[in-house]
């Protein structure tokens, strides 16, 4: 086997010298000129990875889960990665950070702290999620229970419940860490706030309450934070505002409630987001590898259009992945998938165009494990590992600041 040892010390000192991506390498804040992220005067392109479990796995001081913590932030910096997706909430029943409305755990709050401590420390900045829409970690349904409701789009509804997420939303960008001093909505080791992981909304107007929603929402976070950038946290399906454009959402249907092109034009929404997964987006039966990179291709095809052409912000791929529960799945097939979407992100980012940055889900150490939904990605060192393809593309993205784009899009 290929001795990746030296490999792997070129890499670090590569990314660790003065020329690190520029996300990750100066004190200020990202922000946004047209379709681009730029900071202090350089554009910023993103390669990362999502780990939800951070706050409660830092919060464990039992079981050591802050050096558990140390060592994924570690092993993501060593191959290049600037950005991490977490959650900044939970309401469920394992380690809860809201126990009821307006209730905290100041121990979890202590391990979200520490997160945010941490990846500064490894030049790591954090897109922070604020609620779930499923009911893992509690999420929308939580808060309805709370304000005594069944029925789970009275989250987006109800003027008790919204007003219990916005307490929560102000808790969060008020907090002041107790290790760095820091008030959250000062520190600009946070990237961007997420309103919601995955919105859906299933009632049969469906599409104008998320609207009004994210509307309210969004207006709301930036009266409290206009240092930070700003996302919904959607999957990119398209909706009643560009009928023509369902047909590219998996199976051509309108499920969600969600609209990629209204939801994003709300003028205090910073940039869109897209997620991936054909492994479970498309019927078992058509699922055959070039189905699936026919529809990845045309997938973010699509969404890049318009990001460059209607909406006019910066794109980012903040989730995707590929199970080891699904027939078929190999490392190989993974890493295929992974040089799949990080190389129609850098076709754009070389030409200018608006998808600057992929995250992937998902992140894991040996101490966490399997997480259960197969998509775990450990940091292993090789010749064929997903760890150097996440590292190439590290410098390619690198490079760019280096080599500007060949074509800039207009953004006006």
Known sequence: MLNMVPFFFFLLMFLVGNNRISVAEKAGFVGRNGTQFVLNGERVYLNGFNAYWMMTTAADTASKGRATVTTALRQASAVGMNVARIWGFNEGDYLPLQISPGSYSEDVFKGLDFV???????????????????????????????????????????????????????????????????????????????????????????????????????????????????????????????????????????????????????????????????????????????????????????????????IKKPLVITEFGKSSKFPGFSLEERNKFFKRVYDVIYESAITGGSCTGGVFWQLTTNRTGLLGDGYEVFMQQGPNTTARVIAEQSIKLRNLLKYPPLVTHSAA
């Open 116 to 310: 945010v401590y941490e990846a500064g420390r490894y030049k790591i900045k954090l897109i922070i999620s604020l609620v779930n829409n499923f009911e893992d970690c509690g999420g929308r349904k939580k808060y309805v229970e709370w304000a005594g409701l069944d029925e789970p789009d009275e989250f987006y509804k109800n003027s008790v419940v919204k007003q219990f997420y916005k307490n929560h939303v102000k808790t969060v960008l008020t907090r002041k860490n107790t290790i760095t001093g820091r008030v959250y909505k000062e520190d600009p080791t946070i990237f961007s706030w997420e309103l919601i992981n995955e919105p859906r909304c299933n009632d049969s107007t469906g599409s104008i309450i998320l609207q009004s929603w994210v509307k309210e929402m969004a207006s709301y976070v930036k009266s409290i934070d206009s240092n930070h950038l700003l996302e919904i946290g959607l999957e990119g399906f398209y909706g009643d505002s560009k009928p023509d454009r369902t047909v590219y959402n998996p199976g051509g249907a309108v499920l969600t409630g969600t609209d990629f092109i209204s939801n994003n034009q709300v003028p205090e929404i910073d940039f869109a987001t897209i997620h991936i997964y054909p492994d479970s987006w498309l019927p078992l039966q058509s699922s055959r590898t070039g189905e699936q990179d026919e529809f990845v291709d045309k997938w973010i095809g699509a969404h890049i259009q318009d990001c460059d052409k209607i």
